[in-house]
């Protein structure tokens, strides 16, 4: 395979399924080889066996990326099978109950909180080594239309992508002098297999009001993915700490 990305090492989180999994069949087809990373093994090793299919080269490791030790696996799997990172991509993620503040469980914040934030600063922090021996390297994170306002889920989640939002321009200028990039997408809805465990009380979705609801046309992954790819490419080599709505306009409304 040849392409924009021939031969680099990418490392995609949640390529098990939905954006992930259409964001490192999106690499591959470019010629990156991919780490896949999932907490389910099936999910990634079917994402792994769609990308030999079509002529490429992937990897699976699996485990829960809230974890050091798996967060270690992935970097060491990337820099010993592929020689380096040169694209990072923090993707997994999970959603919250829709809960307002005051109905949000400990364990429903700290399991949100903990996947969707820390995840990606633990993984980032161990990748960053080698992006920066490199001289380059590319982070995309995928954020959400929660990281841009309030009326997009519960206040877990919605925190969680307001601090990937951060998380992401901060690497941008902390890092820019040494030939690292970090940009974020948005989705909007977009048809994966994220389960949402909704709360159905007074201060649900049923409190987030109109803009909950005028959310556009639902995305396709490949759609998602294509934004990442780009983000990550050559062709954005002066983009650097934007956050990238793809959401039919829902931002704009
Ligand atoms: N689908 C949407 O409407 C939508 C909208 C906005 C943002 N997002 C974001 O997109 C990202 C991808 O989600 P998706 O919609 O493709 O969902 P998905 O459930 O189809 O895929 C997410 C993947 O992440 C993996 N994962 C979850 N927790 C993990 C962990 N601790 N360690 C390793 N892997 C883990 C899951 O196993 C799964 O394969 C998430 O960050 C999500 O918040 C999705």
């Excluded at 021996?133 to 994170?141: D, L, S």
């Excluded at 977009?190 to 159905?200: F, G, K, L, M, S």
Aim: proline fraction near 3%.
């Amino acid at each position: 395979m040849v392409g924009g990305f021939d031969g680099r090492s990418v490392i995609v989180t949640g390529a098990g399924s939905g954006i992930g999994r259409a964001a490192a069949l999106a690499f591959a087809a470019q010629g990156a080889r991919v780490v896949v990373a999932d907490l389910n093994a099936e999910g990634a090793q079917q994402t792994v066996e769609e990308i030999e299919q079509a002529g490429g080269s992937a990897v699976a490791v699996t485990g829960d990326l809230s974890e050091q030790a798996v967060v270690d696996q992935v970097t060491t799997t990337a820099v010993e099978r592929f020689g380096g990172v040169d694209v990072l991509v923090n993707n997994a993620g999970i959603m919250d109950r829709m809960s307002a503040l005051a109905d949000v469980s400990d364990a429903e914040w700290e399991r949100v909180i903990r996947v969707n934030l820390t995840a990606p600063f633990l993984l980032t922090r161990a990748v960053l080594p080698h992006m920066l021996a490199a001289g380059k390297g590319a982070i995309v994170n995928t954020a959400s239309e929660a990281g841009l306002r309030g009326s997009a889920a519960g206040a877990a989640y919605t925190a969680s992508k307001h601090g990937m939002v951060g998380l992401t321009k901060n690497l941008a200028v902390m890092y820019r002098k040494q030939g690292i990039r970090a940009n974020a997408i948005a989705p909007g809805g977009t048809a994966t297999r994220i389960v949402v465990d909704v709360e159905q009380g007074a201060h649900g979705p049923t409190a987030l009001g109109p803009h909950f609801v005028n959310l556009g046309r639902v995305a396709r992954p490949e759609e998602q993915a294509a934004a990442i790819v780009f983000l990550a490419s050559d062709a954005a080599s002066n983009i650097n700490g934007v956050v990238l709505p793809v959401d039919d306009g829902w931002s704009a409304v």
